[in-house]
């Protein structure tokens, strides 16, 4: 299979996580382009990504018909989900931690997360419960 990963940034947990996914995915036989979209794209934060994620990964996918992508995070999702979703059936996203500030963050993530569905996979057995729909995701898996 040809996969896309997209994580926030260099340097933090979820860029571990994204590594690890992706080496079990390439010990398997599968070719995987990785991107932190901080660093490589250049959209430092959510509100940078709204519009230009979503183009992006459209001309990506066109050049490269992926036939998954994962992004490692609500905020990477989101773009792809609102005002409609795209990619439908190949997009899938993980979800490392729980948003807990109350604020923004966590209703944002709660709404991506309830769009995605059955295409969510959780770190946690809190996000799980957060997430019913969501396949559990252990490091072991």
Known sequence: MNILIIH??????VEDFANLI??????????????????DLNMPNLSSSMGSLKEFVIKKDSENNYDRIYTFDWSLAFPLLIPHKVL???HFC???????????????QKISGNIMKDHLFVR????????P???????ED
Do not use: C, Q, W
């Open 94 to 108: 993980f979800f490392y931690d729980i948003e807990t500030s109350g604020g923004r963050s966590e209703i944002l």
């Open 124 to 131: 946690t057995d809190e996000l799980k419960n957060k997430f």
């Open 133 to 139: 729909k969501a396949k559990l995701y252990k490091d």
């Open 22 to 39: 992706k080496e079990k995915l390439e010990k398997d036989g599968n070719h995987v382009d990785m991107l932190s979209r901080e660093d």
């Open 8 to 13: 926030r940034k260099k340097g933090d947990p």
């Open 88 to 90: 439908k059936d190949k």
